[in-house]
Structures are given as structure tokens and as C-alpha cells.
């Protein structure tokens, strides 16, 4: 997980509206043209994710600054067919895709004659499965060599045996065409695997680009196909049109809720796209406020309070005392922590509490 809570890369064929998409969610200069290899080195950028509940906190609280959690977008080179062999630009992706937490794969849903497409016609579950298949060979390659590895050494470290055992399970698997997150494995297999990022392991997310044609239900028979895909593996589809996300990013801040509320959503797909990503991964925010700031931060669910408190500063998390935690609507409903306390509404929690997402906690620790 990167230091800014999430970090996802996007994936796609050539042309298909990927650094269109980019440009809009990170109010960034990604160059955007429509000839393929367009992308060739990975362009970054980090955007906040806006949380409507900070704003409110921070006129409660008087705060001098809003800092929202962020999420980190990569725009991965283009795909095509066969570049695990090194057609196109070879395999310079996959490091690049391996450094990410999550996968954005952008599929073109759409129909237009203006902009060329790699395999000269509109297919998106042939576009997935293309960029599925060099990811699958990629991992393939690496987890076979590294077999050969661990069996070399198993004359002498006998202790290697679940490794290599765990590893020929992954290799069966990813010769059959499915990635490895699809693969059942043992806590012991896990444990064994861990030294070996392979790149469909990762949670995969489907970015369906429609154009502004299918405004505003941003469904055509395209996004029903990709829907259809992605419920066999589990995986997640997100209808977005990356032409309507660069014309709001263009858009002075305070005029973008109202331009989207007049199409008919009520919010903008970025904010849709990050949130399934927050759960996909599943992360969750808590918050804290106070005249300095209102902040939010991201930690993974299930967490305790003594590792929210390490997120915030180690010497918070050896110093724990408690936590006094307040639901973000009882914060709200009772005029602050003050009120909250006063209504019982506010909770003393020990270092095993798992926090929720919305909450505001204080924490109180030694020196």
C-alpha cells in the first residue's frame, strides 16, 4: 500500500480512452492523441479524495485546512497482443503495474469512427481477455523461473518444499488462462507466496469509457458485455465516459456539482471509481478535527484503534492510552464533541476497538 493510501494503475489497449481518463481524474497533462504507444513511460499523479463529510467537520471545528485522503493513479503504457513476448513495447510495463495496489482496466464502450482502435473494430471482452492473456503469460514466466529456483535448492534447504509445492499450484493454475486471485489458497500457501507479487493477484477493476452518447444511464450493450465478464471472476465494472470527466475537470471546482447534478448524477465518476477501489482493496477512513485540521485517514478494515492511532504518528501508537470515538452523525447531531460527550454519545475505546469508517476519534497517549 502506498504512502497515500492507494495507488492504482491504469491498464488498456491502445486508444481505448485511458490517458483521457487520466488527464480528467488528475487535472493532469498527460499527452492524450490518437495513434497507439501514445503513453510509453508511466505518467503519475495523486488526487484527493473528496469527502463531503470533512467540509461540514471543518466549519464545525474552525479548522485552518481540509486535508482529504488521496489516491495515486498511474497511467500504465499501452497493451497489445503479444507483449509478454515483447511485441509493442515488450514487458516495460510490468514493473510499472506491479508497484500499484489495484488494476484499472480501461475498456472502450464505444463506437466512433474518429478514433482508430488497435484491432480495427469494438470488442471489449476481446480487448479484456488480450490484456488478461500478457498479464497471465507475464506471471507465468516469472513463477516458472522461480520454481526452477526453489527446485535447485531444495537438495539443500529441504525446508523450501511448501514454497515450491505452493508455486507449481500457481503455475497449474495460470495454465489453465485464470489469473492467480481466482486461485483458492491455504493461509500456509499464502505465507509461502508472499515473496512473489504476481501481477493477477491484484484486485482488477473495469472502467467500461462510454461516450457521451449513452448520458446519462451510461449503459449500451458494450458495458452489459464487459458486466457479464466481470461477474464470472468477481471482479467490479464501473461505467464512466472519460470525455465528460475531462470537460468537469476543466470546470472551476465550485461550478462542478452543479454541471453534473444538471446531467442527472450526483456525483462525478471519478468519486464512484475511487470508492469501489476503497472497497475493493478494503480501506475505510477515520477522522479527526480540530482548529488546525480536519483530516481524513486511510487504513484498512478490520483495523484497531492502537494501529489508526500509528497511521497518525508512531508515538501516538506506543503511547496509547484510549480513544474517544463519535460517529460522524451523533458528531454532527450534537454540535460537536462537546455536545456528543454530553448526550453519552461519545465512547471510550481501548486499543482493541475496530474502527469504522467515519469515525472521528481523538486519541489520548503518554508522552
Known amino acids: 500500500m502506498s504512502a497515500s493510501g492507494l495507488s492504482c494503475g491504469f491498464v488498456g489497449l491502445p486508444n481505448v480512452g485511458k490517458s483521457t481518463l487520466f488527464n480528467a481524474v488528475t487535472a493532469s497533462r498527460a499527452p492524450a492523441a490518437n495513434y497507439p504507444f501514445c503513453t510509453i513511460d508511466p505518467n503519475s499523479g495523486t488526487v484527493e479524495v473528496i ?111 511448501p514454497v515450491a509445492a505452493a508455486l507449481a499450484k500457481v503455475r497449474d493454475h495460470l495454465n489453465k488462462n485464470l489469473p492467480v486471485r481466482s486461485l483458492v489458497l491455504t493461509s500456509e500457501e499464502k505465507a509461502a507466496l508472499e515473496q512473489y507479487p504476481f501481477l493477477t493477484q491484484k484486485k482488477m477493476l473495469y472502467a467500461a469509457n462510454v461516450s457521451e452518447e449513452s448520458l446519462p444511464s451510461m449503459e449500451n450493450e458494450y458495458v452489459q458485455k464487459v458486466r457479464e465478464y466481470a461477474h464470472k471472476e468477481g471482479s467490479e465494472v464501473i461505467p464512466i465516459c472519460a470525455k465528460l470527466e475531462e470537460e468537469i475537470a476543466q470546470l472551476p ?6 454541471f453534473l447534478q444538471s446531467l442527472g448524477f450526483a456525483e462525478s465518476g471519478l468519486q464512484r471509481l475511487v470508492k469501489s477501489a476503497f472497497e475493493m482493496l478494503g480501506l ?19 483495523s484497531t484503534a492502537v494501529e489508526a492511532a500509528g497511521k497518525i504518528h508512531t508515538d501516538i501508537q506506543k503511547g496509547f492510552i484510549r480513544a474517544e470515538v463519535v460517529t460522524f452523525d451523533d458528531f454532527v447531531h450534537y454540535d460537536g464533541r462537546v455536545g456528543a460527550k454530553a448526550a453519552g454519545k461519545a465512547r471510550a475505546e481501548g486499543r482493541e476497538y475496530i474502527v469504522k469508517d467515519g469515525d472521528i476519534v481523538l486519541f489520548l497517549h503518554s508522552n
Open 51 to 161: 469527502d463531503p463529510r470533512l467540509e461540514i467537520l471543518s466549519k464545525m471545528s474552525n479548522s485552518t485546512r481540509i486535508i482529504y485522503a488521496t489516491t495515486e493513479f498511474v497511467d500504465i503504457a499501452g497493451l497489445v497482443e503479444g507483449a509478454s513476448k515483447g511485441e509493442g513495447l515488450g514487458n516495460a510495463f510490468l514493473s510499472h503495474i506491479r508497484a500499484t495496489d489495484a488494476i484499472v482496466h480501461v475498456v472502450r464502450c464505444f463506437d466512433s469512427s474518429d478514433v482508430i482502435h488497435v484491432k480495427g473494430r469494438v470488442d471489449p471482452i476481446e480487448d479484456i481477455e488480450i490484456i488478461n492473456l500478457e498479464l497471465i503469460l507475464a506471471d507465468l514466466a516469472s513463477c516458472e523461473n522461480s520454481l526452477a529456483k526453489v527446485e535447485k535448492q531444495l537438495k539443500t534447504k529441504k525446508e523450501l518444499q
Open 253 to 258: 471546482a465550485s461550478e462542478r456539482q452543479e
Open 284 to 302: 475505510l477512513t477515520f477522522i479527526t478535527t480540530g482548529e488546525i485540521e480536519t483530516r481524513a485517514w486511510t487504513i484498512t478494515q478490520g
